[in-house]
């Protein structure tokens, strides 16, 4: 179950659960960009280029998930606001 369909049932938000599955759907949007930041980490590996801005954008989106202001968010709508489009890009709850 999606964190939409939740919202969506007309049923109470179980807050816990929304969490979790917010967090579920950042570490599954952060595969892709971890991979393509792998590539990119590798390519500047042999051309003796600056790696730290890459090395910081990977610890961001391993980062994400543990964001406190996911634990914090109250309602549904402060939990969506907590989708980081700058590492994690278009929300899913759009």
């Known amino acids: 179950m999606d964190l939409h369909t939740l919202i969506t049932m007309g049923f109470g938000i179980d807050m816990a659960k929304a969490r979790e599955i917010h967090k579920s759907n950042i570490r599954a949007v952060r595969v892709s960009k971890l991979a393509e930041l792998d590539i990119e980490f590798q390519r500047a590996l042999e051309t003796s280029s600056d790696t730290s801005a890459i090395i910081a954008k990977k610890q961001a989106l391993r980062d994400a998930p543990a964001d406190s202001a ?25």
């Open 70 to 94: 996911i634990d914090s968010a109250s309602d549904t709508d402060a939990l969506k606001a907590q989708w980081n489009t700058s590492i994690l890009g278009t929300s899913p709850y759009t």
